[in-house]
């Protein structure tokens, strides 16, 4: 089966080189090929009842943690905000 | 006997009479790790002054009179995916490399309530993916029975730790085989919980309706007594199961006989090497010597269970490893032109192969036009291979089954062959589809003197009869064995 692999990378937000690009799209060609032994079952997909999930009330909890804290992994912080490039013109 | 080759269960009488302190413990593991893990690099954090720290406090709790939890005092070892506050969780990614959690996982805070000793942070395949611990970007973990192969993986350092004796017992996760195929590798315990009875709070996160956190150990009794402190309900996990829990390690009796044992003759065709089935079928032979009743069953969907879990775990990964942006942790390119080219080039340089593969494909089988065809029929398959397991659970308690097709590898055999890599995991994907608990035991050694891992799947919830299968076993034949290093 065809995969256009760069409109997949595309989507992924990745970039393969030109030198990666045969060896991806090969590997890539084995992996659909395996996916593609599963067979087509041809019901609907109902919601599981047996596996319902309790969610937890929508309430804020505040004072875990300190801003500093959340943002001490951040490659780029400025006046207590994340950093990223220009995106509105 | 040194105190580093004991197991738990030992350890904690000889702490509870005050015959030994956690301190001492605590100090042979750290040497024991500093003299052999130069060799196995299971480790990618040490966390040596903070754990004789938190040995020395557990000490004290003890000298005062206080009541302490069974497993306090004892140093264990965490696979780098769990967050742990204040330590690195670098998933062995570029990509999370200086990451330090300002947060712990709820198995965390369960295990230091307990006052069991945090070691440090065990090596695996990036993100989890993988079955060799060889996509790791920082290092390749060797396994202790034979330097020259690969321990398994995802989580290959913890499973190699636990039997290098370089920690007492391990945290792993398993999405599709990571703790039990690496303890096949190595010749330890490893358990794969029920989905929903450990949280996956703070487990970062691969495909998460699979994904789920279990313990490795020297011993049967180990893992269960490590199970019965991770285990419960978190409502910081939506999908933690709402239910009490009894204590597994309290009802291991070694006795079973009447027990029915189903052997799926699916799972031991033409993949699975001669050895390996010798192996596991002399397991079940012992313990029907010992009163079990063995009987063949079938799982006819079996062989459909890679491909749906590919698709599955794949779909799931590629959204979840969608935050991994360079915005607000992790790593981020240092040349970019705009938002979108900061994104590519922070992934395309962040993530490894294996890792980007899998994104690939979930992107794919979610894309506009090929969802019905994959993910779905997938969802689909899912069901009816759970189905088909909850069938064979009416007639049998345990289905016994080789975790894992052969025994370890050598490193680089299968490194450029993803799809061959992918097969080591036929035994055991099938029990993460289904959600079900299943445990892998040593049962000897195949032709090279590598061990082979017996699998025991019982039914949701029923860890403690695939336990209580495993100890008799581990009973009858008397332990298992240790590597030379």
Not at chain 1, 69 to 88: M, S
């Amino acid at each position: 089966m065809d995969i256009d692999i760069r409109h997949i990378a595309k989507l992924s937000r990745l970039k393969i080189s030109d030198d990666e690009f045969a060896k991806f799209e090969n590997e890539m060609k084995g992996i659909v090929d395996m996916v593609n032994t599963l067979p087509q079952l041809g019901e609907d997909l109902a919601i599981d009842e047996n596996n319902v999930m309790q969610l937890r009330q929508d309430i804020a909890e505040t004072g875990k943690f300190t801003r500093d804290e959340l943002f001490q992994n951040a490659p780029q912080v400025k006046a207590g905000c994340l950093v990223v490039p220009k995106t509105v013109e | 006997m040194e105190l580093y080759e004991m197991t738990a269960a030992q350890l904690s009488e000889k702490l509870e009479s005050k015959e030994i302190s956690s301190c001492e413990l605590t100090q042979a593991v750290i040497d024991r790790i500093n003299s052999v893990d130069g060799k196995v690099k299971a480790y990618l954090t040490v966390n040596a002054e903070e754990a004789i720290e938190q040995a020395k406090a557990v000490d004290n709790k003890r000298i005062s009179g206080e009541k302490l939890p069974k497993l306090a005092g004892i140093p264990i070892g965490i696979k780098d995916n769990i967050s742990t506050k204040g330590i690195k969780t670098t998933c062995a990614s570029k990509m999370l490399e200086n990451y330090v959690p300002p947060f712990d996982a709820t198995v965390i805070e369960k295990i230091k309530a307990s006052d069991m000793v945090l070691l440090g942070k065990l090596n695996m395949d990036e993100f989890a993916m993988g079955s060799s611990t060889e996509n790791s970007y920082f290092n390749v973990t060797h396994n202790p029975f034979d330097l020259d192969k690969v321990p398994g993986g995802s989580s290959g350092g913890s499973a190699a730790a636990v039997s290098a004796r370089e920690a007492i017992v391990a945290l792993g996760s398993d999405t599709g085989g990571s703790i039990r195929q690496p303890s096949a590798n190595c010749g330890v315990v490893g358990l794969k919980p029920t989905y929903g009875s450990v949280s996956r709070y703070g487990l970062v996160a691969f495909a998460s309706s699979l994904d789920q956190i279990g313990p490795i150990g020297k011993s049967v009794k180990d893992v269960a007594m490590v199970q019965d402190i991770i285990c419960g309900r978190d409502k910081m996990d939506a999908t933690s199961a709402v239910r009490e829990y009894t204590s597994i390690a309290d009802s291991l009796t070694g006795d079973v006989s009447g027990v029915k044992i189903g052997i799926p003759n699916e799972y031991f065709g033409e993949a699975i090497d001669d050895d390996v089935k010798t192996a596991v079928m002399n397991a079940v032979h012992e313990l029907e010597k010992a009163g079990a009743k063995v009987c063949e069953i079938s799982l006819p969907s079996a062989k459909y269970a890679l491909p749906a879990y590919y698709i599955i775990s794949s779909a799931e990964a590629s959204s979840n490893l969608a935050r991994f942006d360079g915005v607000r942790y992790g790593y981020r390119a240092k040349d970019y032109t705009d938002l979108v080219d900061m994104y590519e080039k922070t992934r395309s340089e962040g993530f490894g192969s294996e890792v980007k593969r899998r994104i690939m494909l979930g992107t794919f089988v979610l894309s506009s036009g090929y969802y019905d065809a994959y993910y779905k029929q997938a969802k689909l398959m899912q069901r009816k291979i759970a189905g088909e397991y909850k069938a064979a659970f009416n007639e049998v308690d345990v289905i016994a089954t080789p975790t894992a097709p052969f025994t370890a590898c050598k490193i680089g055999q299968n490194i450029d062959d993803p799809l061959k890599m992918y097969a080591c995991d036929i035994c055991t994907v099938t029990v993460n589809i289904a959600g079900l608990p299943a445990v892998s035991l040593p049962c000897g050694m195949d032709r090279s003197n590598m061990p082979v891992g017996l699998q025991l799947i019982g039914d949701s919830f029923c860890e403690d009869k695939i336990l209580g299968a495993a100890y008799a076993y581990e009973k009858l034949i008397g332990g298992f064995a240790a590597p030379t290093l």
